[in-house]
């Protein structure tokens, strides 16, 4: 009889240690479920001289673990995916609900995970009945070599200028080297990049002048994974040249970054040095700010 009770107290300590262990478990599994890597909001802080050339902050949406919708500012974007080689936005800009609206609607093509092309159509409508509806395109073209990004080619067929016909606006070439984006160069300049020793971290690179803002042209979260192999270390600092300034430009930018309590990308710090055409530049030469990402 002894025996027996023993052996049914044993039996109920284990079952109930072993549904403690389970609970904690399973609390611990509930807990990394909530740790995505969905920016919700993405906004630049400058916090030491002025930014010459800023970007407006953006917040996102998502369903499934996709962007469907991006706030920023007057833009308001809608996003659908159409099977897997398809996603189409469309972009609602309200400069003056007054005076105009303008609807941008671009449709993106992927093939094997990589964006191959993308065209805009830009329609602004007057409320002014003198005012005719302004229609201009745009086309980006991207091609590959063993799935590395290799030139971006960009097609405007603009109103007055073009004669109805899409004329090449834009070329970046894009050079690798030991798996990392070195050089982009264009009619215009030439960009150099360098990089520490370290495994790539993701998002690390969203911010002014980094290989990834320059080959999304700013739409850096939408195409993030959709231009092919990436970089395999993470950019120190970028030099620009260029033949033609019209107005101010980044000569060179230092990186840092911030991680989160997750090891996630919070900030993206950056030390930017300008080039200007003008003699005298009132704001300054330099500045220090961050892209700061906020998660769900």
Known sequence: MKKILFLLTTLIFISCTKDKENTTVVGEEEEKKTITMNVVNEKYDTYKGRTLISRDPSSYTYENNKIVGILTYLFKTTVKYIGDNQIETDNLYNFNSVEQESRIKTLYSLSDG??????????????????????????????????????????????YYTQGKYEKRLEKEVFWQNGNIVKIKSDRDETIYTYDDKPYITYGDVGYGTPLSELTFSKSLLLYGKIGKWNKNNVLTMNKTTKELWGYDFKSIKYNRELDKHNRVSKVLMQIEYMSKYEKNEYGDTAECAAVLDYE
């Open 114 to 159: 990589k964006v191959q092309y993308f065209v805009s159509e830009n329609r602004t409508k007057y409320n002014d009945p003198k005012k005719p509806l302004y229609i201009y395109h745009d086309s980006i073209t991207f091609e590959y070599k063993n799935d590395y990004l290799t030139k971006i080619t960009k097609y405007s067929k603009i109103p």
